[in-house]
């Protein structure tokens, strides 16, 4: 349906786009820092704030978007018609055919591809924890179920995304914890995400990187442990990031020679500890307890999030290694995985 309508627009009145996608821009902006007020969102866009105001009077006269003395918000309808026109935007960019082929040769039972570039837009960063969350209540039902959740940025914002309730549920760290903030490590968001479903949380205290005889020791003399390892290793959902090989090697403290040596072996891509090629070849794993990728055979469906053109290599190496069902990313990664693959 949209296709079709997007290819009369472009025949009949393309100097319309300009300004649906502009409109489009703020509407989704204004969503996800309601409420906010014009300058705010004039800085937020990087536009005037004379053009800000002239799209948002339009917007409030169409009854989209009220105004209070806190700033502005969408009204219900606005998020009707957002919904709408997001899948709209999507057509327009080529991304619904776009989303087929990716899945059809990355072997995934879905792709979904968010307009935009990650990297540069903070809306877009957000709209992919959108994504993964909408995803996420597909999946969840009423039994007792466990979601199982990686650390890092975008996970945080999975977590922020959750406006439903699954009291049912039981939400675990994938891995045990990278040395990073503490707002973006995985007990802080399982316990995050938790607390919005309405469910329970396990924490897994036990940091990547230490000695293979360190940690069977720690892991041997703590039932908690064993508990939630085996929770995780058995979760109905998985929800993780991918991250590029070098960044990630860096951010675990690795030495400049272990890094050198990685990346030379050709190590692009990294997800749960485990160091990828372009082809999918594991050339190393960290230490850790949790997932890894040769587990996720038993895990019910495994949702990788992961968006700008920076990460496109990392996204082909951890598709490629197996085991994902749902990709959600970006249009600028999307359209550089597209030329890779």
């Given at each position: ?92 960019h080529g991304l619904t055919t ?24 903070t809306a877009v960063r957000r ?215």
């Open positions: 349906m949209w296709k079709k309508a997007v290819q009369l627009q472009r025949k009949i009145a393309p100097e319309l786009i300009a300004a649906i996608e502009e409109r489009y821009d703020i509407l989704r902006s204004i969503q996800h820092s309601e409420p906010v007020g014009r300058r705010a969102l004039a800085a937020m866009l990087d536009k005037g704030e004379r053009v800000v105001r002239a799209q948002v009077e339009f917007l409030k006269n169409a009854g989209l978007v009220e105004f209070s003395q806190m700033g502005m918000t969408i009204t219900v309808e606005g998020q009707v018609l957002l919904k709408d026109l997001s899948e709209y935007i999507k057509a327009l776009l989303e087929d082929e990716l899945s059809e040769k990355l072997g995934l039972k879905q792709v979904i591809i968010i307009p935009g570039d990650s990297d540069s837009d709209e992919l924890g959108r994504a993964a969350a909408n995803v996420l209540a597909q999946y969840l039902n009423e039994n007792d179920m466990i979601v199982a959740v990686s650390g890092g940025t975008i996970m945080a914002n999975v977590a922020e995304a959750i406006h439903f309730t699954q009291p049912s549920v039981t939400v675990v760290p994938a891995r045990g914890g990278l040395g990073e903030k503490v707002e973006n490590q995985a007990n802080t968001i399982a316990a995050a995400m938790a607390t919005k479903l309405g469910g329970k949380y396990r924490m897994i205290h036990v940091p990547e990187g230490i000695s293979e005889e360190m940690l069977g020791v720690m892991v041997a003399n703590n039932s908690n442990i064993l508990s939630v390892a085996d929770m995780i290793k058995h979760a109905d959902v998985l929800i993780h990031g991918i991250g590029q090989a070098h960044e990630m090697a860096v951010r675990r403290g690795f030495d400049h020679e272990f890094v050198s040596e990685l990346i030379n072996s050709g190590a692009v891509g990294e997800a749960l500890g485990h160091y990828c090629t372009l082809e999918g070849k594991n050339i190393y794993v960290t230490s850790s307890v949790g997932l890894h990728l040769d587990d996720l055979a038993d895990v019910g469906v495994v949702v990788a999030v992961a968006g700008g053109q920076r990460k496109a290599k990392a996204i082909v190496a951890v598709t490629n290694a197996g085991g994902q069902d749902v990709l959600i990313t970006d249009e600028s990664a999307a359209k550089a995985i597209q030329s890779i693959i």
